[in-house]
């Protein structure tokens, strides 16, 4: 196939247009925030939460169906993205969603839902979260889902299966339920979900010689410990969980800035007492509404959101356009950024007791769970910014060097770098029956420590003999095809993207083996309209590595890749034209696809600044190259 190669006017155009539409985009307080698309799971736990706490309105009713139909299958069912399957759990809580808003079962949509609900296998087959909304309101029974003993708050952190064996979004949403499922509390609906059962056997009892089954065993014995439980301990292990609780809200009311253990947190807060005018139930129910967008009559909620990671992304951006240090718009951000940094010590300091705290968090509010992979594009975008005022210079770098010391404090004894935690890698909790939705520990991954090598490597730190460990994990962990698993974005181009870079300003040479087999790989898997794209079936198909539709971020990671790997030949060109052809008049891209993840397999995100931030670094670094 024939393609016509851009001449060097339509990409310094195709850049001047990108670099001129991102600093549009910035707000007047000098951060980046776009929206943080996830599915309709938000908004229908939203709806389920606001009738179990009595405070669901005929407007958000209204708004909220509205939104959860408009994003419904054709087949009835609902996504959990952009042209993805049905998937079982969504529909059901969907379903739920839209009968508590008024919509008549006997709707051909509600009529196609429920075709589709009992196709995958009906309430019986849902996941522990669903089962959960459904026992709150009397439809599952709370004897059939594991036990969740809040007793679980006093095991110490040594101690496995400690709350601090799982990750930091986990645990925020382990401690909140343990505390509900004590109260088994059970709220009919006005209506019954009976039409969604399919009557299917009981899962198979698993073998004792495995994890899964030991633990199956396990799940009994506490529910008969459940069924009798020590007053006095159960009673001091509420209180325990509360205060843990209470302690972990955010400024903004939120619980960690993410909706799982804001929602969880309030029912737990709510069935130990507490009224909804409660100063704490009412800041985060103010919080809840800042998360809420309301457009065209349709509402939908951010699962999270972004703004350091928008602002930090931006920042290397702009950086690599071309804008000069001292621009107004790098001398807001940065002004912001410094207002972010996290200065007190989070959950991280269990494990690290000793470290001085730094760095940023990925929201508006988390003191407690600042973030590595944020802290290392938040560094990387304050040391372009050259301020005028030697003061506020001298506070970008007081913040800088603090985030500095606070990352190397966060490495893992293997050398790699993980998103929340250091060395949360207790595999064993994957194996608990509650555990059936999502990653529960955090592991290091490739792409939040190419990002960290990247990073320590421009602050002139690649002889260091820790940024060497983390070079060699980054080494060890490329794929047989030569390709970088992407934990936090969709997929292998995403961690191929990050790794490369990386590598090389770490010292890897670009001829060296593990590169040229990076290149290769991205050669191999290039689209014939000279794009990249990768479907989400790759997290469980490697059949889909590299394949898919092109897009503007994951055509832009691959050509970071090659552009650091010194590649300016065809490849190259034929993907700075498609992201030329690709631009819209106003300077940015369209991109409905989900190139972010947040659980690999389950839960995944559109980060609506990705089809802009990260065309923009590609065209700058092309430009700079050449």
């Avoid at 198909?541 to 832009?556: C, K």
Wanted: proline share 7%.
């Amino acid at each position: 196939m024939s393609l016509s190669i851009p001449t060097e006017d339509p990409a310094t155009r195709a850049l001047e247009k990108a670099r001129s539409h991102l600093l549009s985009l910035q707000t007047p307080a000098g951060y980046w925030k776009t929206e943080l698309e996830t599915n309709v799971t938000m908004d229908a736990e939203d709806l389920l939460l606001r009738e179990f706490l009595g405070i669901r309105t005929d407007e958000i009713s209204r708004q909220s169906a509205a939104g959860i139909r408009s994003r419904q299958r054709e087949d009835g069912g609902f996504a959990i993205h952009h042209g993805g399957d049905a998937n079982l759990s969504t529909t059901v809580e969907a379903y739920a969603a839209l009968r508590l808003a008024g919509d008549p079962p006997d709707a051909r949509h509600m009529r196609l839902a429920v075709e589709q609900i009992r196709d995958l296998g009906g309430l019986e087959r849902t996941r522990v979260f669903t089962r959960i909304w459904l026992a709150l309101f009397g439809e599952w029974s709370w004897d059939d889902l594991p036990a969740l003993p809040p007793e679980l708050i006093f095991l110490p952190a040594w101690f496995p299966l400690n709350i601090y064996d799982f990750a930091c979004w986990a645990r925020q949403t382990i401690v909140p339920l343990t505390v509900v499922a004590s109260f088994r509390p059970r709220r009919p609906l006005p209506f019954s979900l009976g039409e969604l059962r399919v009557e299917a056997p009981a899962p198979r009892r698993l073998s004792l010689r495995t994890w899964g089954g030991r633990f199956q065993r396990l799940d009994r014995l506490l529910h008969v410990y459940e069924r009798h439980p020590f007053g006095p301990l159960r009673r001091q292990a509420i209180r325990a969980a509360l205060e843990w609780i209470l302690r972990r809200q955010e400024a903004d009311g939120s619980w960690g800035g993410i909706q799982p253990p804001w929602v969880y947190s309030m029912l737990a807060l709510h069935l130990c007492g507490y009224p909804m005018d409660h100063p704490v139930l009412e800041k985060a129910c103010a919080g809840l509404e800042s998360f809420s967008i309301v457009e065209d009559g349709m509402r939908r909620l951010e699962a999270c959101q972004s703004p350091v990671w928008d602002t930090g992304l931006a920042g290397v951006a702009l950086r690599d356009a071309g804008v000069p240090p001292d621009h107004p718009a790098l001398l807001r951000a940065a002004e912001w950024l410094l207002g972010e940094e996290v200065r007190a010590c989070g959950d991280w300091a269990v494990r690290r007791p000793d470290l001085a705290p730094g760095g940023w968090a990925f929201e508006f509010a988390n003191e407690n769970h600042p973030d590595i992979d944020d802290t290392a594009e938040v560094v990387m975008a304050l040391r372009h910014v050259s301020h005028p005022d030697p003061e506020r210079a001298k506070a970008i770098e007081g913040a800088a060097q603090r985030a500095i010391d606070w990352t190397f404090g966060m490495q893992c004894s293997d050398g790699g770098f993980a998103a929340f935690d250091a060395d949360n890698t207790r595999a064993l909790c994957r194996e608990l029956p509650f555990c059936d939705f999502g990653e529960v520990i955090d592991p290091p991954s490739a792409d939040v420590t190419a990002h960290v090598v990247e990073m320590l490597s421009e602050e002139g730190l690649a002889g260091d003999p820790r940024v060497a460990r983390a070079r060699d994990w980054l080494l060890r962990a490329q794929e047989s095809d030569g390709s970088w698993f992407g934990r936090w974005g969709a997929n292998h181009l995403y961690g191929t993207g990050a790794a490369v870079p990386a590598l090389v300003k770490a010292g890897v040479s670009p001829a060296a083996p593990s590169i040229r087999r990076a290149v290769r790989w991205l050669e191999s898997v290039q689209n014939e309209d000279g794009g990249w794209g990768e479907d989400l079936r790759s997290y469980r198909d490697a059949r889909w590595r590299g394949r898919g539709s092109s897009t503007a971020s994951q055509t832009a990671w691959a050509l970071l890749a090659l552009l650091a790997a010194g590649e300016r030949g065809e490849a190259t060109l034929r993907g700075i034209a498609w992201l030329g052809r690709r631009q819209r008049p106003d300077g940015g891209w369209d991109e409905p696809e989900f190139t972010g993840t947040g659980f690999p397999g389950d839960f995944y995100i559109r980060y609506h600044l990705y089809r802009d931030v990260f065309p923009l670094m590609a065209l700058g670094r092309f430009a700079g190259a050449r």
